[in-house]
């Protein structure tokens, strides 16, 4: 009962922002931005789209390998739009048939398993903290004020995930214990992974990589819709955008993300009914290609949990 009151609050939280975004801005060009990214502007998308997945697969692979077990990239890649389904239902609810994928799929035990959890989410926001420090750094000229407290943010998000990630025993003591006691496995768990010459740095260059891939998409929905922002702009709508999987309020970061790419999008410029047209049509091609790709890896994994 607790769990599926959970899930409907998060529903409605999210389908409220995008209520909101949708009537306050009132995008009158949707239609017309969704007829102008044609079939070109679709294949680019699902292209990025794909690759970003094979690549987020390699920090399934990878830590894997160094615990003695072997996954192939595809099994990775497909289990990995059973995470992305599941997300859709509940905010972080990818975590638990990931893990029953992974575990069905390579034998590995639940603590092994969990060992590796954390550790992902840590250097996934180590690799968001860089890409935004550089996406500030060559937009400083233009953003005003928000260039210190987006400076701060991801400085603040890189300082904390390094911190955890090298095991820094002032900072996971001022933790609450049971922070503290998570935040002590993950260190562990990371110092196990960094004993494999270059993986962490390997694992996070593939997080940025993603993140570059997803900004990718959003740019070629912006040139499709008129917008036509430059690599540095684009850079910092990417990392504004991608800040909302550090907080994940709603399933799938719906509504939240939208506001993230309007808020990114105001900062240089852009007009508010692009940005939204944009956002919402980003989020219909997220939905529908994880349908499509999330039916057939079910099948073939047989994940009944997402919860």
């Known amino acids: 009962m607790h769990k599926q009151y959970i899930k409907s609050l ?3 939280l999210g389908i409220a922002i995008l209520i909101t975004i949708f009537l306050f801005f009132r995008p009158q060009g949707f239609v017309a931005t969704v007829a102008s990214v044609g079939a070109p502007g679709l294949l680019q998308w699902v292209l990025l789209t794909l690759i970003a997945r094979f690549a987020l697969a390699e920090t399934t692979v ?5 615990l003695g077990f072997n996954m192939r990239r595809l099994d990775a890649f497909w289990i990995g739009w059973i995470r992305t389904f599941a997300n859709q239902i509940l905010p972080f609810a990818g975590i638990a048939a990931y893990a029953h994928a992974v575990r069905d799929r390579v034998g ?14 840590f250097l996934a926001a180590a ?12 937009n400083f000229d233009a953003l005003g004020l928000s260039t210190y407290v987006l400076t701060a943010t991801y400085l603040t998000v890189v300082f904390i995930s390094l911190a955890v990630a090298t095991g820094a025993a002032w900072l996971i003591e001022t933790l609450p214990e049971r922070l503290s006691s998570r935040a002590s ?11 494999r010459r270059n993986l ?31 690599w540095r702009e684009m850079l910092l709508i990417a990392a504004i955008a991608e800040s909302t999987m550090l907080i994940q309020l709603t399933p799938g970061g719906l509504g939240v993300r939208e506001g993230a790419v309007l808020g990114g999008a105001a ?9 939204v047209s944009v956002a919402l049509i980003d ?5 529908a290609i994880t349908i499509l790709l999330a039916l057939p890896a079910f099948r073939i994994y047989r994940v009944s949990r997402l919860s």
Do not use: C
């Open 10 to 12: 998060s529903w409605l």
């Open 62 to 66: 990878a830590p894997l390998k160094v």
């Open 108 to 121: 590995i035990s639940w603590s092994e398993l969990a060992s590796l959890a954390s550790p992902q989410f």
């Open 127 to 138: 690799a968001l903290g860089l890409v935004g420090l550089i996406a500030v750094v060559v």
């Open 185 to 195: 496995k993950t260190a562990a768990a990371l110092r196990q992974l960094s004993q």
């Open 200 to 230: 962490i740095a390997r694992l996070v260059i593939y997080h940025v990589v993603v993140i570059l891939l997803r900004g990718g998409r959003l740019w070629v929905l912006f040139m499709a819709a008129g917008a036509n922002p430059d």
């Open 267 to 275: 900062l240089v410029g852009i007009a508010a009914p692009v940005a």
């Open 283 to 287: 989020r219909l091609l997220v939905v």
